[in-house]
């Protein structure tokens, strides 16, 4: 019983755990809720994303940590300090980088590692003897050191090397896609696309699908289609590598809501799963459509958003980006329903309605928990 209510606990904890963005106003950095008020106010010198229940914040010189109320719980005598995940964080202390839990402790036993690394999906990466392996927060080796490179883990997933062969790997150090591979792209719902020898193709359910012809891949959107180039043309095939709309458009990004991106002569514009223009090419740009199903687009007066019969909703006068931090691989547009929009030289998030929330910051980074 005992145990029961204490995930019980956990689970409250998690759920009523807000998502913060760090923001900076006058020169000072705080953390602001999605509601546009302050969970705390403006007043470090410099300051990290928040991460992990935790945010690292420079005062007087030396970097510690607050929790979501502002309260410092980590006193800052670092003097550097990176982001918290699974419990666990770099800091740089005397010149000696070392793990840290929720305490402020210095943690031991860590395998012997070349330099330390971030966690990330529950793992970091150590390297030994120019090889990278995974381990778990516990310090356990999930998975020795064996492969040349393992990229940043991303939406659980990441691309590793050995013998400049590439394949995927999850989070215990499964391979997902065999590491044969010349070239591999993302892993989305047991799917990339991959490079074999002169060949291209798709790597579904673990085996390889070559199409004839192709060239070369979009990136995934949130469906079971993937844009792919033959003859210098974007069409695009389902994962069983059909080919479901013949290339014919100069440029085409993933689809979402039934609906992508696609340009013709320069113009972007939007089609659907039979390749039937919904919405005409007159943008210089265009994103996929979030969920809440709206989509970026540009023009020469900046970027709006349109909603999915091509209405414009929110006016194309903002410049949109997430080229922040470590989220820039992150979707353009709206994420959990808001979007970060920059205007005259400010950064604000704006409701599916066109409303600014809060007030225009500096720089502001996109929301965490």
């Known amino acids: 019983m005992k145990r029961i209510f204490l995930l019980l606990l956990i689970c409250i904890q998690l759920s009523n755990a807000q998502e913060l963005a760090l923001v900076k106003k006058g020169g000072k950095f705080g953390l602001l809720t999605k509601e546009g008020t302050f969970a705390v106010e403006p007043k470090f010198d410099?300051?990290?994303?928040?991460?992990d229940g935790l945010a690292a914040v420079k005062e007087n010189g030396k970097w510690g940590f607050i929790d979501d109320k502002g309260t410092l719980v980590i006193p800052a005598t670092f003097d550097n300090a990176k982001d918290f995940g699974s419990g666990i964080c770099i800091i740089q202390q005397n010149n000696i980088w070392s793990y840290i839990n929720k305490k402020g402790e210095i943690l031991k036993g860590n395998p012997a590692s070349d330099k330390l690394f971030d966690f990330n999906?529950?793992?970091?990466?150590?390297?030994?003897?120019?090889?990278?392996?995974?381990?778990?927060?516990?310090?356990?080796?999930?998975?020795?050191?064996?492969?040349?490179?393992?990229?940043?883990?991303?939406?659980?997933?990441a691309k590793v090397?050995?013998?400049?062969?590439?394949?995927?790997?999850?989070?215990?150090?499964?391979?997902?896609?065999?590491?044969?591979?010349?070239?591999?792209?993302?892993?989305?719902?047991?799917?990339?696309?991959?490079?074999?020898?002169?060949?291209?193709?798709?790597?579904?359910?673990?085996?390889?699908?070559?199409?004839?012809?192709?060239?070369?891949?979009?990136?995934?959107?949130?469906?079971?289609?993937?844009?792919?180039?033959?003859?210098?043309?974007?069409?695009?095939?389902?994962?069983?590598?059909?080919?479901?709309?013949?290339?014919?458009?100069?440029?085409?990004?993933?689809?979402?809501?039934?609906?992508?991106?696609?340009?013709?002569?320069?113009?972007?514009?939007?089609?659907?799963?039979?390749?039937?223009?919904?919405?005409?090419?007159?943008?210089?740009?265009?994103?996929?459509?979030?969920?809440?199903?709206?989509?970026?687009?540009?023009?020469?007066?900046?970027?709006?958003?349109?909603?999915?019969?091509g209405k414009l909703v929110i006016p194309t006068k903002y410049e949109i980006s997430v080229a922040f931090g470590n989220y820039f691989r992150q979707e353009k547009g709206f994420i959990d329903g808001l979007a970060r929009v920059k205007l005259s030289g400010k950064w604000g998030f704006v409701k599916p309605d066109g409303q600014l929330i809060g007030e225009w910051f500096q720089n502001a980074e996109l929301f965490q928990k």
């Open 161 to 309: 090397a050995i013998n400049d062969k590439w394949g995927i790997i999850d989070p215990t150090g499964k391979e997902v896609v065999e590491a044969a591979y010349d070239e591999v792209g993302d892993y989305y719902n047991n799917t990339t696309w991959v490079k074999k020898g002169k060949f291209f193709g798709l790597v579904h359910n673990g085996q390889f699908i070559k199409i004839d012809g192709v060239t070369a891949f979009g990136s995934f959107g949130t469906q079971d289609i993937i844009a792919a180039k033959k003859d210098g043309k974007m069409g695009f095939v389902n994962f069983d590598g059909q080919w479901i709309i013949n290339p014919r458009f100069d440029k085409a990004k993933g689809f979402s809501k039934n609906l992508a991106p696609v340009c013709v002569k320069e113009k972007w514009g939007y089609i659907n799963l039979i390749g039937a223009c919904i919405v005409e090419p007159i943008y210089s740009d265009a994103e996929n459509f979030s969920e809440n199903g709206l989509a970026a687009v540009k023009n020469l007066d900046g970027w709006g958003f349109i909603d999915e019969k």
């Open 121 to 157: 999906n529950g793992v970091a990466f150590f390297r030994q003897a120019d090889k990278v392996g995974l381990i778990n927060n516990k310090f356990e080796i999930v998975l020795a050191p064996k492969y040349d490179v393992i990229r940043t883990f991303y939406k659980g997933y």
């Open 46 to 51: 410099s300051a990290r994303d928040f991460s």
